[in-house]
């Protein structure tokens, strides 16, 4: 969808910098007064976009979600049900980690880990937004039990824990270690584990 106004477009273009300083600096260090510096904008400037640095933490993480939609969710969608789109998903999601969609990696991965034991509503935004993901992998996951590419006994919550960690850990190598080749390990694994469940529900 089209943005209609400047006002928008000015929201969107300091949300996507506001999550990416938050893959690199973290979330909980974001503030008005740090994003003022980032992009050269005033604080009263920002205050009209966001009230409080909990409003514009809340923001980037529900900014950092539709960018998470757009770049692996909404393509993953035009594969046919079944094991093509857990594929799908899988390949999207490595792929989002692998072209450092944000400069930290994966936004999720790493405010998750941040905000681990601070309660409050950004945890709670964010535990929110990576349930919504895990589900719509199990979903994925069962719809491919339904059309008997995978076996009904297998476990969809299991199967998606197995396959988001191993994309989460090929974020993670490869912001430590800076070596791309994880992520094509990650997607043979994948692969392998996928082939493996196909043989037994064939």
């Not at 510096?37 to 009209?48: C, D, P, Q, V």
């Not at 709670?124 to 992998?137: A, G, P, Q, V």
């Not at 993670?172 to 043979?188: P, T, W």
Request: aromatic share 8%.
């Amino acid at each position: 969808m089209l943005l209609e106004t400047k006002g928008q477009r000015t929201r969107q273009a300091i949300l996507d910098r506001a999550a990416s300083l938050a893959t690199e600096e973290g979330l909980e260090p974001l503030s008005i007064g740090r994003l003022a510096e980032a992009t050269g904008m005033s604080k009263s400037g920002l205050f009209a976009h966001f009230g409080s640095k909990e409003e514009l933490q809340l923001a980037t993480v529900d900014h950092a979600a539709s960018v998470f939609v757009a770049e692996v969710i909404a393509p993953a969608r035009e594969a046919p049900k079944g094991l093509a789109r857990v594929w799908a998903l899988c390949d999207h999601m490595i792929g989002y980690s692998e072209r450092q969609v944000f400069p930290g990696g994966c936004f999720f991965a790493s405010a998750s880990f941040e905000f681990n034991n601070r309660p409050g509503p950004v945890r709670d935004r964010i535990t929110e937004m990576l349930r919504s993901w895990i589900s719509y992998l199990e979903h994925a996951i069962a719809q491919a039990q339904d059309v008997g590419e995978l076996p009904q006994d297998a476990s969809a919550r299991d199967l998606a824990f197995q396959l988001d960690a191993l994309a989460q850990a090929a974020n993670g190598q490869y912001q430590l270690f800076g070596d791309d080749a994880v992520f094509d390990r990650a997607r043979r694994a994948i692969r392998e584990r996928l082939e493996s469940l196909r043989k037994i529900g064939a």
